[in-house]
């Protein structure tokens, strides 16, 4: 049997509709630089809903220190991309 070693795609546009639903937002107002505390109204409760459903449905596990990160669907798709390959090597 062949050992699959393909990278899964990230999709942003999947990740845009994760966190439009997480944040009861239209996803029309997840840009990609949209800043979530400053320009979406995000405060800690819904960052930690955040995280725990990025790390549900991507199945990774995400530092404290790499939580700065998430800030903006550019930045979280950035780590998230970042984390899969990791996975996948």
Known sequence: ????TAVSVLDKEQLRE???DVLDLDIAEITDDAH???????DSLMALEITV???KEYGVRLAETELTIITTLQGT??????KLREVAR
Do not use: I, K, N, P
């Open 1 to 4: 049997m062949a050992e699959t």
């Open 36 to 42: 979530f505390t400053e320009d979406l109204d995000v």
């Open 53 to 55: 459903r990025l790390e």
């Open 18 to 20: 994760l966190l439009a």
């Open 77 to 82: 798709y950035q780590l998230l991309d970042s």
